[in-house]
């Protein structure tokens, strides 16, 4: 029973063209949504969050969308760049339930010089 | 130096031997976890503390075990285990309460031969 889903293991974009990441959650008492970046041997960092009172948040190159209704939030970054490579977790949490933190799979994301 | 410290980095240990994992945070935070992370699988939740309580166990076998001494130290203490628990354990800290992103360590890379 996984509640945050991220149904593209694997991603591959131009540099400077846009990269789209998708995540999916089933649990409807999620209110804050979350995207990691992660490097080989480290762990996530912290990326940008949305909160279920928005629909978009943007910081710089990276826009994270959140669609309610269709329990569907996306992370665009553009220009993508080389250094964007990494695995990208999606994650979900809800303030009712303590707070902690429901991942997704995960997408790798390579961008191509 | 980064808020959330875990150490070793790296773990090797046979089946029959005890060791234990450590966390430590510095950044005042009152919820601590553990999160398990094996290949092609989803961050995956073991132990939640808040305020030095176990609120969360999500079926974890007993050879993996939490201590929480305060709320800034979290270990996790290993014992017979299986070759299958090899994995990257990553220890994350967070303010429950509020919609925050969790912080993360760098995580220990375990082989269990």
């Known amino acids: 029973d996984q509640q945050v889903k991220q149904n593209s293991p694997s991603l591959s974009v131009q540099e400077g063209r846009i990269s789209i990441l998708n995540c999916d959650y089933t649990n409807s008492m999620f209110d804050y949504f979350l995207w990691y970046k992660k490097y080989p041997a480290e762990g996530p960092t912290f990326l940008i969050s949305i909160s279920s009172i928005k629909d978009k948040n943007e910081d710089g190159r990276f826009t994270v969308f959140l669609n309610k209704s269709a329990k569907h939030l996306s992370l665009h970054i553009v220009p993508s760049q080389p250094g964007d490579s990494a695995v990208y977790f999606c994650?979900?949490?809800?303030?009712?339930?303590?707070?902690?933190?429901?991942f997704g799979q995960g997408t790798t994301l390579q961008v191509k010089p | 130096e980064t808020g959330v410290t875990q150490t070793p980095r790296h773990l090797v240990m046979g089946m029959t031997n005890k060791k234990s994992l450590k966390c430590e945070q510095h950044l005042g935070h009152n919820a601590m976890y553990w999160y398990k992370q094996s290949a092609k699988k989803p961050l995956e939740l073991m132990f939640v503390?808040?305020?030095?309580?176990?609120?969360e166990n999500n079926s974890v076998p007993s050879r993996f075990s939490p201590e929480c001494p305060n709320s800034s130290h979290l270990f996790l203490h290993l014992h017979t285990l299986q070759p299958e628990d090899s994995a990257l354990y990553l220890c994350?800290?967070?303010?429950?309460?509020?919609?925050?992103?969790?912080?993360f360590g760098q995580g220990t890379r375990l082989t269990v031969v």
């Open positions: 994350a800290s967070s303010q429950v309460g509020e919609n925050t992103e969790a912080f």
């Open positions: 994650a979900a949490s809800a303030k009712s339930n303590t707070g902690k933190l429901i």
């Open positions: 503390y808040n305020f030095k309580e176990q609120t």
